[in-house]
Structure formats: C-alpha cells, structure tokens
C-alpha cells in the first residue's frame, strides 16, 4: 500500500502493523557465556571462537529481532462478525483501549546479518573479520498521542501536549577487524574497529507540541525536526496557501515540504562513519569469571541529508476520521486497509513538516554496555549459571535488560542454554542449541520466544520476538587464549 510508505503512518502504526517499518545491533545474547558459540566476540571483543572458523556468506550470522512493551492486540480488534477494526472505530470503548497503553510505548526492530565472517587464531590471539548488514528502527509515542487520537474530537481534553516523541531508523554496511589476547594470567582483553557505511538514516523528533482546542479544529503547535538521507529519497513539493498580513490583506505564499506520495531511490551510500568495540574479562576464582564490554562507540555522518522542521506558527487540524469497517469485500473506504489509509492522511496533516534545505547529519550509533559474571556449578563442571546485564545508551531510545541463564556443555560438540531476562519492554524467555563440530556447525536459537502470532507472523501481545541462525566451517585445533 502506497501510503505506509509515510513516516507519518510508521509514528502511529509501528507498534501494531511491524512488517511495513525497517528492520542495528541485536546479538543473541542467550549465548553470551556459550565457549562453543563462534559470535561471541560481537557481544564482548575479549572472547574467542575455540576454532578457526569461514562462516556461511549471508546465513553464518542471520538474526531479526522486534522488541515492544505494545501489540497488534492493543491497536485491532474483533467485532461480533469476528472481522477486525482499529481501535479508532465507535465499537471499542477509549477506556479498553487506553488502560492497555504505557505511559512510554517503545518499539524496536532489528535485523544483523553477516555478509562473510572468518576468525582464526594467530600473532599471540583471536583475530576476526566480519562484512555485515545492520539495520535498525526505533519508536517512542506517548500515550496522549493515541489517547488524542481517539477522544480527542469526541469530548476529551480541550488541550493536549506531546512531549519527546519520535521515531529513529538507521542502516548501514560494517566491516569490522577485531583482535583479542591475554595480558595477564587471569586478564584477557579484546577490541574491534569498525568501518560504516551509511545506507539509509531518518531522524523524527517532536520536542513539544501543543493541541488546543478551537470551536471544532484544534490549532497546533510545536517544535520538531525530521532530516533524511540515503537510499530512500523522500522528494519536495511546492504548496501554495493564502496568508493574511496585519493590515489584514490576504495574498499567496509558495512554502516547500515532503511529498511521502513519491519516495523514489536515492544513493545507495549515503554517509561514512567510524566505531570502536572494547573488552574485558577477568578469572575472579577458579569458579567465577567476570566480563565487561562496550560496543558501538561510533557515529555515521550523512551528507546532503534533507532537513525539514514544523511550521513556527501555529496550523489547523480538523481531527482524526474513522470509517466503520465492514469486511474485506466491502465497498472501498471499509477496509481494515482504507482505514489505516485515511489515518496516515490524517497523521501527515497533523505533523506538518517544512524543508529548511539540505546540510550534512551526523548522528551516534548507540553505545551498548554488557556486564556479565559466570560461575560454574562444583559438582559438574559442564553446567554454568550466568548473569548478563545489558544497556542500550541512546537518549530516549535506551533500554535496559538483566539476562538469568543456565548453560550446558555434556559433549566437546555440543551446549546449549535457557534464559529468563527482564528488561524495558517487560520479561522474556530465550534458548539456544549450538553444534559445533570440526568441520561443521549450527545454531538456532531467540532472546525472546514468542508463543502466540498472528497469520502474519506477529507477536499478538507484547511484540518481543527474536530468531537467530548460523551455518559456519569450524577447522583446526581447538585452542584458547
């Protein structure tokens, strides 16, 4: 559908329709303490792959992850006919529809895939090389936004304000060299440099915004910004309004904004960037191993990235318009469709965004910080327990997680684990099973498992799921730092 191309409809529907938006870094961290797993430098540069390793070109490291505190469940429902409708239409009550919201609703989306990747042991430590694709989509909406949207025009608040709204999505090519050794008898570090190039970057911001309530519009105001750069090429257009001076004569004024209705392509390498991976871990005890690492500290800079900013005086909007929804075979403008359609007209006029011209956007990547601490069980060596705390150092789109797991390795082969963690988007189960063979090896596993989906796939309530594969070529010796 042509229109959920919008940034707009992505603000609003990221959180119930996840397949239209963009899928950065999103690792399986259920494998964290895994000594068979060959990705565990991408989590901590100080660990080694136990082989030499050539990973399969596209599927040696392939995982997707959406990480929600919402749900396709708190934005559509089922009418008595068992059809579905938004959660704008008359038939779903705003208290139903509002106690199911946060007061922050997040909304992350990831994919990382590796292009090649080969580890090998040499020059006193690990060494790895890794070409990957990351991508990345990040979503915070306040609850006064849907709450605006579905009582605002039917008697709820004269006025509403929109505080730290916005939405941030960034993709980019990395190759990355990484290195790892002990320096100590018990004290092993690692670090990484990665090269960036910038494939695509948008940036939505609403720092405030302000809706009253005027005879039957609301007149809008606010302060926001939304720049964009790379392969997606988001075009202007001219548009023409009439404008009353103060001696009250009306003339006509040409102003430039987006035009969402004809995203083209642009260039395919929009930006360049640099980051720095680091890591650390220590033998505290013979049972206790303790590690610590921070990734990502980098940024990517975009050229000719187009720069556009609400309007300084305030603009008219005249609310949000539902269309009661009938089935799929049902007169055009009754659609499931037709109504997320017509709400991301709405949403444009709502966001009123003028170009202020093009300039260069240089943005940081999101630092990501892992702790972690790993003791094994005394009665049988092959069992650990560990304890992985993660945090996502982005502004107002960081998140946190403390990951439990138990880890197993009964064979030179094989091991696997199970994990509970609790994070900023509420509590989930991962796994992990990882063959590791010489000459061949596979793992599959999720931070999140989900266990009830829609026909498409989603997650129904909390959109927290997360698969993760890889096919790779161990060979030689096993070794260790």
Known sequence: MKRRNKIAAALLFAASIPAVSTWAQNSLRSAYFLEGYTYRHQMNPAFASERNYVGMPVLGNFNIGLQSNIGVSNFLYKLPNGD????????????????????????????DM??????????????????????????????????????????????????????YSNSYAEIALGHSRKIMDKLTVGAKVKFLLGIYNADFHINDMKLVMSDDKWLVSGDGEFSTAGIVDIPTKLKTKDVTDDYGNIHQETEEELDFDNIGTGNAIGGFGMAFDFGATYQLREDLELSMAVLDLGWISYKNAV????????????????????????????????????????????????????????????????????????FYDKLKFGFLESTRINGQYSWSEGRFSANVAPVKCFDASISYAISS????????????????????????QFFKVTPQFIPVNNANMNISIGINFPFGDIKSL
């Open 84 to 111: 579905l409708t938004t959660f704008l239409n008359g038939s779903v009550s705003s208290s139903e529809f509002l106690d199911g919201l946060k007061n922050r609703n997040r909304l992350n989306l990831d994919v």
């Open 114 to 167: 590796n292009i090649i990747s080969f580890g090998f042991h040499k020059w006193g430590g690990f060494n790895t090389f890794d070409l990957s694709i990351k991508s990345g989509t990040r979503a915070n909406l306040p609850k006064d936004l849907f709450e605006f949207a579905k009582v605002g025009m039917q008697g709820g608040h004269s006025e509403y304000n929109l505080e730290d709204m916005g939405m």
């Open 307 to 378: 720069q556009s900013a609400m309007a300084m005086e305030p603009w008219e909007f005249d609310g949000f318009h539902d269309i009661p929804f009938d089935s799929d075979k049902a007169a055009p403008g009754m659609s499931i469709e037709d109504q997320i359609d017509n709400l991301t007209d709405d949403l444009e006029d709502l966001f009123q965004m003028k170009v202020q011209g093009k300039d260069k956007h240089t943005k940081a990547l999101g630092a990501t910080l892992n702790i972690g601490a790993l003791y094994t069980f005394p």
């Open 425 to 448: 988007f509420g509590s989930s189960f991962g796994w992990i099973a990882n063959y590791h063979g010489k000459g061949f090896s596979l793992f599959l596993g999720s931070n999140h």
